[in-house]
């Protein structure tokens, strides 16, 4: 089988090595490969794509930008994406199974089927148009959103949705069969991220994620004010000084640790008893399951995305989107440890069993088989 992943509109490898996910992102179509996939990867990239063909082992990349001079300008991007299926014609005509890696770019993957007559694979990390209602996002923007969406759901031979609530919404609003609509979880390599049984810092949580409105970070600073627990924070974003500010205000003991590529994270999710995440709405967020796949104790926010990741008081705790409530449940883990352990080691038994990439790799190769009868 020849699988051609077409990359989140404006993505690229570099970008992905940037943000320390390159190592995560690439590591299913490399086990694909490994089991007799050929895989090929259609990048926003330039030439500089290339310099990470030796972490890929065997997979193919086409740099779009390689091809072509990058416009500056946004809508001039946007338009060039259209001709993509023209410049790489050999690429996609050579595929058996074309797949998007997300919606927000999907159009590239509609009209590469279209013109080719390829299966198409249409794979949401989470929910586009449901996510932009969440936000309250423009009239505009939710009709492209909405046009989109509808196009590239009813030119789909199959659709990978991450939860049960995503499915309901394709089914729902877009009038997509369930015979259509495939639940694939986001997977962990439980083999790297483990339990590896460290002595786990006390006194200090961990955040792990974007700095970005969407992960409410400051309510986890206030849940934290007065209490002389302090929060470790990986990840970046355009809030870090908004929150260093905040968290010298409230006197809550705050580091910064950057992004930290993804290989090294095991280590550092073996570091924490307890990890938090608090948006007010998630897809099926990766961190969350890497954490805990590592054993932590995790808080979660009681809202779509983390309420069916977390089974309160079985493997983590799910709190109301208040300060108060969080910072009772963090109280709690950090005096009751034997119970905080017992939330990790059935969290991790957890996604062993249900978001192991070894699991997944056999669901995603019956995707391919599927479209191809």
Sequence with gaps: ??????????????????????????KLYKTLAKNGVQVSFVTYGDDLDYEYAKELDGIQIFPYYSYLKQPKGKTL????????????????????IVKSNQMWGSWVAVLSKLLFRKALILRTGYELYDAARFRNRSIIYMSLIR????????????????????????????GINSDKIKIMPNWVDTDTFCNKIFTRIKDTVLFVGRLHEQKNIPLLLHALSGTDIGVDIVGAGGMREELQELSERLAVPCN??????????????????????????????????????CGCAVIGTNVLGIRGLIAHEKNGLLVAEDSQSLRHAILRLNKDLLFSASLGEEASRNIKKHNSLERLIVDEIQSYRQCLK
């Design 147 to 174: 046009i989109i969406s509808w196009i590239s759901y009813r030119s789909s031979t199959l659709v990978h949705v991450a939860t049960s609530e995503n499915k309901e919404v394709v089914q729902d609003v877009f």
């Design 1 to 26: 089988m020849n699988i051609v992943l077409i990359f989140t509109y404006d993505m690229s490898l570099r970008k992905w090595a940037e943000s320390g996910l390159l190592d995560r992102e690439i």
């Design 77 to 96: 991007r946007l338009f060039y994406s259209l001709r993509m299926p023209f410049v790489l014609r050999s690429v996609f005509k050579g595929a058996d």
């Design 256 to 293: 910064f640790l950057g992004s930290i590529p993804n290989d090294q994270m095991p280590d550092i999710y073996n570091q924490y008893s307890i990890y938090v995440l608090c948006s007010p709405y998630e897809g099926n967020p990766k961190t969350l399951l890497e954490a805990m796949s």
